[in-house]
C-alpha cells in the first residue's frame, strides 16, 4: 500500500527566508504525487503535482517541488517566504489502480516576523 | 479556480439528530470524495464514488452514508449524529484517472 511521510510536524521560518518541507513517499512504480495547502478553516488547495517528465515543477504562489526517486521525495520549495504562507501543507500520493489519494500528516508552517 | 461547496460551513446539533451535509460541483467531475479530518490533523477517507449510483467506503470506517444519483450533488448523511462524530467534513472532486483533487471549504461538525 502506498504512504506518505512528512517528517516535520511544525517548521518555523523567517519572514524572507527560503523554505522546503519534506515529503517521502512508498510507491512501487513512478507516483504521481501531489502538494496542496490548507489555511486555517479551509479546504485543501492545489500547489501543483507530478506526473511525468520533467522533475522540477512549478507551482502556484511561487512554489516548486523536485521528485527525486532515488531518495523517494517530493520536497517542497519556496526561496522567500511571505507571511501570508504561514498554513498547513500536505503531501498527497495517489493510490495504485485508483483515483484515490493518500495523504501524509501534514506540515504546520509558521512564519516569523 | 475549483467550484465545489459545501453546505453548512458550520453546524452544532444535538446528539441523536440526523443530519445531511451536502457537496456539489459544478465541473462535471465524475468522480466525488469525502474526508473526515480531526483539527491539526491528517485526511482520512471515508467515502468516494466514481459516478452516478456508484459508492464505496473509504479507508476510515465511518457510520455515515452517502448517495450519489445526480453528478453534481453528492451528499453525506449521519442518521444519529453522536459527540464522536465532531469533526471537519471535506468534500472533493476530481475527472479522469490522474487523481488531482479539488476541494470544497469543508464543513465543521460540533455535536453535542
Known amino acids: 500500500a502506498q504512504s506518505v511521510t512528512q517528517p516535520d510536524i511544525h517548521i518555523t521560518v523567517s519572514e524572507g527566508a527560503s523554505l522546503e518541507l519534506r515529503c517521502n513517499y512508498s510507491?512501487?512504480?513512478?507516483?504521481?504525487l501531489f502538494w496542496y495547502v490548507q489555511s486555517p478553516g479551509q479546504g485543501l488547495q492545489l500547489l501543483l503535482k507530478?506526473?511525468?517528465?520533467?522533475?522540477l515543477v512549478q507551482g502556484i504562489k511561487g512554489f516548486e517541488a523536485e521528485f527525486k526517486r532515488s531518495q523517494s521525495s517530493f520536497n517542497l520549495r519556496k526561496p522567500s517566504v511571505h507571511w501570508s504562507d504561514a498554513a498547513e501543507y500536505f503531501c498527497?500520493?495517489?493510490?495504485?489502480?485508483?483515483?484515490?489519494?493518500?495523504f501524509g500528516k501534514g506540515t504546520m508552517l509558521l512564519v516569523s516576523p | 479556480e475549483a467550484d465545489i461547496y459545501q453546505t453548512p460551513r458550520y453546524l452544532v446539533i444535538g446528539t441523536g439528530k440526523k443530519i445531511t451535509l451536502e457537496c456539489s460541483q459544478t465541473m462535471g467531475h465524475d468522480k466525488m470524495y469525502w474526508y473526515q479530518q480531526d483539527p491539526g490533523m491528517e485526511l482520512h477517507l471515508i467515502h468516494y464514488s466514481y459516478g452516478v449510483n456508484s459508492t464505496e467506503k473509504g479507508d476510515l470506517s465511518s457510520e455515515s452514508t452517502v448517495s450519489r444519483i445526480r453528478t453534481e450533488h453528492f451528499p453525506l448523511t449521519l442518521e444519529s449524529a453522536r459527540p464522536s462524530h465532531t469533526s471537519q467534513y471535506l468534500c472533493a472532486s476530481s475527472i479522469g484517472d490522474l487523481g488531482t483533487q479539488y476541494f470544497g471549504p469543508g464543513t465543521r461538525l460540533l455535536v453535542l
Open positions: 498527497a500520493v495517489r493510490n495504485s489502480g485508483y483515483s484515490t489519494l493518500t
Open positions: 507530478y506526473f511525468s517528465g520533467d522533475t
Open positions: 510507491y512501487g512504480a513512478t507516483p504521481y
